[in-house]
């Protein structure tokens, strides 16, 4: 990229240099327009962070859009259980590229204090690819504006040409994953094989 | 509030409606909650004379609850004659299980209350059968589809019986005590207690070192 | 039942203006669980003729968790936490329903002190959520932004007092058997009076901005009337009924915990329109500040939780209990069937909002989608709660 003393120096004198890298991610991430779509509890703490006190609008996301194809951000807030996950799948699917989705608190990211349920989905990253994850239960609206600026510095360091780049533009990578349907006793399928792989957990001592 | 006891409850019932069948279902732990057990043929008559009993007015029906009694048996040491002596013996007493609807009602013009009815079902496989009192009172209607969802009771005269909270293509009732859930405890990094052994099922249990 | 709503179901002949018959088709339209407006993953089934509903079923179960059947597997005071979940935003008045069911059970007595705070707090309580309610509807209505977001400044300054005395802004697992989890921290009091205070100004303010809008007003009154024989045979308990006129408040029917100390009033609607329930809630809100104010004062020094009660191996008295109280959104109750050991055999939520939610259908029938919009806002449902 550009030497950064060499940008300085010219900025004093009023001569901007970028590469179009960095515009184009500068534009991206510094507008994400969340889905306005809250589930539970979660919702409430990210309907608190969108209000007066803890702006969002100040990071550019106060326009939460109601309709999948104008956002490109999903706040999974709150407890995704099965009976609700192919409607999930299936607004994520209709979001339009890039499109990023934060899991906001325990229930989104294993299912959180109701995991003991039969119709608890445990985790929303069984099925859909998840960038942030945040913690707490709820978390609190100043955990999710840093989740939204994880995601902002995590938008602005894509690149866009190379082996690296976001899935938004290569096109091997799907953009929208198969729905799953309701079975008799569960969700047919029960995860997202290719997506998600559980590590086995083998503890010593 | 100056609701009768249980027993005078059922005195009164025996003696508006003649041959019906009530039980006086005791409450150790707090006795002005008692209840009363009534039979399913019986039930929508029993509800509409407390809805017009005029010292009684219980209009309005507050609660609904299912309970799965499953099957038990119980060991009893019973005294018996063998060959002629008198011993005890053990005998094992089976208690057929039944599913059950608790209705908990309320009477707001007089604000009395409150007033708790018991009905049972037959067993817990095939005959599932209860009244419902939906016709009586307007706020069972969402409580006994949910009663239905979650234990399989059917209740007889319900205007629109379907599952409420669970997909209409699920075919368990997941309230029921036998109950399993479909196993998905594939990712457990601090599993304790069943979800242990549950997890135990998909990966290797963790090593202890010596 | 039944006829009223058949009858509606035929398409209304419409006539164009040169006499001719048009052809007519209903229309069904899935309102959620993704809507703008709904508040939570609540699905309406709606089926017009026009502009104007014909049909209407509720479909919820989308945030079912499980809660009654995690109840069983737990003991009983694991489950305090689930109970701040059900209705999100009032968590302490669901953690004093079930307290109270349990202290029925095994007959814990709560201490003075443990009583005052336990007003304060629900009281406390019933402020925010009403106070967010009203933001809600009207941005249901369609006044998106301001109402909300002053109704969210005022909810704010409650939540950092829930905050500095139980750890968390909203679920704040606060009551024990027997009592309160900790005492007071120094100042909270102060906090709380200077709140009780100032309240009031909000509420002229936003009263003065809103109460006498003709857009709210042309739009909610008249809408969705719920009779008063119907909401008592549906079992509606809370603010709709109080709108409806019937005179029913756990608080003064049931008289639980210290509430006969206290002199408040009960305001009834007449007409149980969506305005009256809007108008109820503001007036409820002024008798929980006379309420606030009293206790405030009166609240005695003492120990705050029952020394009788044991946190670890309580196990209960066999038999079963019912304890309700008036929850923000209407009669909270905990059914509880225990069997001597140290988990519930059967633990039951009796959810106001799933009750209120019985009607919704009757009121909205006849009238055109976007009253179906406020008539849902107005019953102030809860998925929480609505679903468990």
Excluded at chain 1, 177 to 196: C, R, S
Excluded at chain 2, 139 to 149: I, L, S, T
Excluded at chain 3, 171 to 182: E, H, I, P, T, V
Aim: aromatic share 8%; glycine share 8%.
């Amino acid at each position: 990229m550009i030497d950064e003393g060499l940008r300085n120096e010219l900025a004093k004198q009023g001569v901007v240099a970028t590469s179009l890298q960095e515009l184009y991610n500068w534009g991206r991430s510094n507008s994400v327009w969340p889905l306005s779509f809250g589930l539970a509890c979660c919702a409430i703490e990210m309907i608190a962070a969108s209000m007066s006190k803890w702006d969002i609008s100040r990071f550019g996301s106060e326009v939460f859009r109601p309709s999948p194809r104008q956002a490109d951000l999903m706040i999974v807030a709150g407890t995704v259980t099965k009976k609700m996950a192919p409607q999930v799948v299936r607004l994520y699917n209709q979001m339009a590229e890039p499109k990023y989705v934060i899991a906001m608190g325990a229930c989104a990211i294993s299912g959180g204090p109701f995991k003991q349920g039969y119709n608890v989905l445990k985790g929303i990253d069984r099925l859909l690819p998840v960038d942030v994850h945040i913690p707490g239960c709820p978390p609190r609206p100043e955990a999710l504006l840093h989740a939204l600026v994880t995601l902002q510095e995590k938008i602005a360091k894509q690149e866009l040409t190379g082996p690296n780049r976001p899935r938004h533009l290569r096109a091997d990578l799907p953009s929208e994953f198969p729905v799953p349907e309701y079975g008799e006793h569960d969700l047919v399928p029960a995860k997202n094989e290719t997506l998600w792989q559980p590590e086995p957990v083998v503890r010593a001592g | 509030m100056p609701i009768p006891n249980p027993e005078e409850l059922k005195t009164r019932l025996e003696a508006a409606l003649p041959g019906v069948r009530v039980e006086v279902f005791p409450n150790p732990a707090v006795p002005a909650q008692s209840s009363l057990l009534i039979a399913p043929a019986e039930a929508v008559a029993v509800a509409k004379f407390l809805q017009d009993e005029p010292q009684l007015r219980l209009d309005m029906c507050s609660n609904v609850t299912g309970v799965d009694w499953p099957d038990r048996e119980e060991k009893v040491k019973v005294k018996q004659l063998v060959d002629g002596v008198e011993k005890e013996v053990e005998e094992v007493r089976r208690h057929p299980g039944c599913l059950e609807a608790v209705y908990h009602l309320y009477s707001v013009a007089l604000k009395q209350g409150p007033v708790i009815l018991r009905q049972r079902t037959a067993n817990r496989t095939d005959d599932t059968a209860v009244a419902s009192l939906t016709p009586v009172w307007r706020g069972c209607e969402f409580q006994e589809r949910e009663a239905y969802d979650l234990f399989g009771i059917r209740f007889t005269g319900h205007p629109d019986l379907r599952r409420i909270l669970m997909w209409d293509e699920f075919k368990d009732h997941p309230m029921r005590k036998d109950y399993v859930e479909p196993d998905d405890y594939e990712y457990e990094p601090t599993p304790h207690d069943e979800v242990l052994d549950r997890a135990k099922a998909h990966y290797p249990a963790p090593e202890v070192k010596a | 039942m039944s006829d009223a709503r058949n009858q509606l179901y035929q398409i209304r002949p419409k006539v164009a203006p040169d006499g001719a018959e048009l052809e007519g088709e209903l229309l069904e339209v899935s309102m959620g669980p993704q809507h703008p407006s709904t508040h939570g993953v609540f699905r309406m089934d709606v089926v017009l003729d026009g502009e104007t509903v014909v049909k209407l079923k509720p479909v919820f179960g989308y945030l079912h968790r499980n809660h009654e059947k995690i109840g069983e597997g737990t003991s009983y005071l694991s489950s305090m936490p689930y109970t701040d979940r059900l209705d999100y935003f009032s968590s302490l008045t669901n953690n004093w329903a079930y307290a109270l069911a349990v202290e029925k059970l095994s007959g814990l007595v709560v201490p003075e002190r443990a009583e005052y705070i336990r007003v304060i707090t629900a009281e406390l309580t019933r402020l925010q959520n009403h106070t967010s309610l009203c933001g809600f509807l009207l941005q249901d209505m369609g006044a998106l932004g301001t109402p909300l977001m002053w109704a969210f400044r005022e909810r704010e300054k409650v939540l950092d007092l829930f905050e500095s005395l139980t750890g968390a802004r909203m679920m704040c697992n606060y009551m024990r058997f027997g009592g309160c989890r900790c005492d007071l921290p120094p100042g909270w009091l102060e906090q709380a009076r200077k709140l009780v205070d100032e309240y009031p100004r909000f509420l002229g303010e936003f009263e003065a901005l809103l109460s006498g809008n003709e857009i709210l007003m042309a739009r909610s009154q008249g809408v969705g009337r719920l009779s008063p024989e119907l909401a008592v045979s549906a079992g509606v308990t809370g603010p709709m009924l109080r709108a409806s006129g019937v005179d029913y408040d756990l608080r003064k029917v049931d008289r639980y915990g210290i509430y006969e100390r206290f002199e408040f009033r009960v305001p009834l609607g007449d007409h149980g329109d969506v305005f009256d329930r809007y108008m109820i809630r503001v007036l409820e809100m002024h008798e929980t500040l006379k309420i606030l104010r009293q206790a405030l004062q009166q609240i005695p020094e003492g120990p705050v939780v029952d020394p009788k009660a044991k946190l670890r191996g309580f196990r209960p008295k066999v038999g079963e209990s019912y304890g309700r109280l008036e929850g923000p959104k209407g009669e909270i109750g905990f059914y509880l069937i225990s069997d001597g050991s140290a988990n519930p055999y059967r633990y039951r939520v009796r959810p106001p909002s799933f009750i209120n939610l019985t009607i919704l259908e009757d009121m909205c029938l006849g009238r055109s989608v976007a009253d179906a919009v406020i008539i849902l806002g107005s019953v102030d449902i809860v998925l929480g709660e609505v679903d468990r």
